[in-house]
Structure formats: structure tokens, C-alpha cells
């Protein structure tokens, strides 16, 4: 069983920082690219930030020069750090993972992590 574990989480003002972490277990033998994706109240899911195994990063328009997205292929865990936060990133935070097990087969599958709530007060 593979199982992604959001942390991090949490109520901050407007202009703050929190930074998130998910970490991956499992029998895993290689994972792809990671992210992290948000989805507000009555609205779409959407991806805020991925990280590819080769350490490639992309970010939605949104949150470029704020967040930064960041692996440790040695851990299995993947990081957020969002600053300058803004009401508007108010939302759950997803983990995402392409990556490989056990239980994938040899092409991989996405794996979810349950979430983490993020609150920016204004």
C-alpha cells in the first residue's frame, strides 16, 4: 500500500509563510514527478506547483516569485514553501505523486494524499 501524508497546514495572515511537506511510504521503486495541488470552495482543482524527478519545476501563473516547490528524492517527500501568502490561496492542499510500486506495474499511477487545509486571513 502506498500512502501520501500532507503536513503543514494551517491558519496564517495575510503576507505570511507556511511551508508543507508530503512524504510518500510504501514499497516504492522510483518516483516521477511530484506536486502539490489546491482546490478552493466551489472551485476546480488546479495545480499550483510539480517537481520532476530531474528536479524540473512548474508553477501556475498565480503563485510564481511565492512558492517554491522541492524534493528530497532520498526521503520521498516533497516541500511547498508559500510566501507572501494572499486570502486567495486559501484552500485544501493536495500532494500528488506519479511514481511506481509494488502495486502500480512497471507504468505507474497517481497516487493523493487526503490534504491539508491552508487559511490566509486578510
Known amino acids: 500500500q502506498v500512502q501520501l501524508v500532507e503536513s503543514g497546514g494551517g491558519l496564517v495572515q495575510a503576507g505570511g509563510s507556511l511551508r508543507l511537506s508530503c512524504a510518500a511510504s510504501g514499497t516504492i521503486f522510483s518516483i516521477n514527478a511530484m506536486g502539490w495541488y489546491r482546490q478552493a470552495p466551489g472551485k476546480q482543482r488546479e495545480l499550483v506547483a510539480a517537481?520532476?524527478?530531474?528536479?524540473?519545476?512548474n508553477y501556475a501563473d498565480s503563485v510564481k516569485g511565492r512558492f517554491t516547490i522541492s524534493r528530497d528524492n532520498a526521503k520521498n517527500t516533497v516541500y511547498l514553501q508559500m510566501n507572501s501568502l494572499k486570502p486567495e490561496d486559501t484552500a485544501v492542499y493536495y500532494c500528488n505523486a506519479d511514481l511506481v510500486s509494488l502495486y502500480s506495474g512497471p507504468r505507474g499511477m497517481d497516487y493523493w494524499g487526503k490534504g491539508t487545509m491552508v487559511t490566509v486571513s486578510s
Open positions: 517537481i520532476t524527478s530531474g528536479a524540473s519545476t
